[in-house]
């Protein structure tokens, strides 16, 4: 048989492309038996709203409506948007069905935000670090990310000024900002009230877009005293600055697919012709399902049973980390979402540690992944959303155990690894 050499055949930004560090060590974590995985941000599979999904699904079936099962509108099927406009206004953010579309996950409205409004060689301003999902995004149409260090409260305004007039110095064009103000993944990080109000005079000074990604806002824990501390950066958008992406990945379940992208609606008509050249249509069933779950109060009922559980997620998670680390780690304490982000402190790094952690049976991914300058490589972003509190324990010893390997001479690692 004659080897192809395919190579030949990719276009330039198809050569540039790279797995992904989070869907790498979900691959790993497939072909091992016993192995922690603190990798992916999966949701807890027993907080599905299990019952009133499978009652909605029968009733959905049962009615035999050929919308359920059909092509759709690429928008979205019309009563979930009108739905959406009433979420979105207890979020603060006014909207219409003129400014909505439902995607395939927020992945795919970060797709169509890149192929709408980035050519190669056009920067994206992100944070650092950043959602590799975004990275990978705004990469794949060859734009080109440069990172803004951030504070305690979101993205150092000095820094960013900075970075903005060495840009237009040089000539660059630069597009958007991009931003997950609540509970960041990767760093678990909250955007104070008054940077957001920053950050949207800035843009309007610089007159640039923002592209908010709000995945999890609902998932906010008892140390956030109050609501408005989540305020979406779009909920003060009076130009139309602002394309706001959410999901119900992170509340109801990541299998269903539906995500929502906001904008003006200029930018939306475009955002509309993108995603019928992607895939005409989200499916029908999971749209009428979310729909169902919004009117019937599942979603509701859901929330708050939610930010319960993941706040007793993470502190098992830190309760195990002050036990089984001394000063060799420390972290950023999370108040909502799914991400732990944690720094080592000794000789060893992220990087260098992971083959160590997976000999001893636990796997994280390794910080590196979420810089787009630098050589960062002493974080670990730790999920608590998916293992039991059991096997959360369980991982942060093995991780312990790891950094004790990791540390020590070589000639004793094997054996002891194999124990």
């Known amino acids: ?3 192809v050499n395919f190579d030949q055949f990719f276009s330039r930004l198809g050569l540039a492309m790279r797995e992904s560090a989070i869907r790498r060590m979900g691959t790993v974590l497939a072909d091992a038996r016993d192995m922690v995985s603190f ?14 999904l499978r009652d909605i699904a029968d009733d959905l079936l049962r009615s035999q409506k050929g919308s359920i099962l059909q092509y759709g509108a690429t928008r979205g099927y019309r009563p979930l948007l009108e739905s959406l406009t009433t979420l979105m206004a207890a ?27 980035l050519d190669p060689g056009d920067v994206v301003l992100v944070e650092l670090p950043s959602y590799t999902g975004a990275i ?5 149409v060859g734009a080109d990310l440069v990172g803004v260090g951030q504070d305690a409260d979101g993205l150092n305004l000095e820094a960013l000024d900075a970075t ?28 104070g009230l008054e940077k957001r109000r920053r950050l949207l005079e800035w843009a309007t000074r610089h007159d640039l877009l923002i592209v908010e990604d709000d995945p999890y806002r609902d998932l906010y824990f008892e140390d956030v005293t109050r609501e ?24 109801l379940a990541p299998g269903l697919r539906v995500a929502w992208l906001h ?9 509309e ?16 399902m979310v729909h169902q779950a919004i009117e019937r109060g599942v979603l509701a009922a859901q929330v708050p049973r939610l930010r319960a559980h993941y706040q007793a997620q993470r502190d098992c998670m830190v309760d195990a980390l002050r036990g089984a680390f001394g000063s060799t780690l420390t972290w950023l304490q999370p108040r909502g979402g799914f991400f732990l982000w944690a720094s080592l402190t000794g000789p060893v790094d992220g990087e260098a540690l992971l083959p160590f952690a997976q000999a001893r049976g636990v796997i994280y991914v390794a910080g590196s992944a979420f810089f787009v300058s630098g050589d960062e490589r002493r974080f670990l972003r730790l999920s608590f959303s998916a293992p039991t509190p059991d096997r959360i324990r369980e991982g942060v010893a093995r991780l312990a155990l790891a950094v004790t390997d990791a540390t020590r001479p070589a000639v004793s690692t094997t054996a002891e690894a194999s124990r």
């Open 273 to 288: 012709i993108a995603k019928q050249a992607s895939d005409l249509c989200n499916g029908g069933l999971g749209q009428q």
């Open 164 to 191: 903005m007039a060495r840009l237009r110095g040089e000539g660059r064009t630069v597009k958007c900002l991009y931003v997950v103000p609540n509970f960041q993944n990767p760093t678990g990080l909250l955007v």
């Open 263 to 271: 904008a003006a609606p200029g930018l939306m008509a475009k955002f």
């Open 39 to 52: 990798a992916p941000g999966y949701p807890t599979e027993s907080t599905f709203p299990w019952e009133a």
């Open 1 to 3: 048989m004659t080897s």
């Open 91 to 117: 979020r603060h953010i006014t909207t219409s069905p003129d400014r909505l579309t439902v995607t395939n996950g927020s992945q795919q409205g970060l797709d169509l935000v890149a192929r709408v409004l």
């Open 228 to 251: 408005a501390e989540t305020r979406a950066i779009a909920a003060d958008d009076a130009d139309g600055r602002v394309i706001y992406l959410s999901s119900f990945s992170k509340t």
């Open 136 to 140: 990978s995004a705004f990469r794949s």
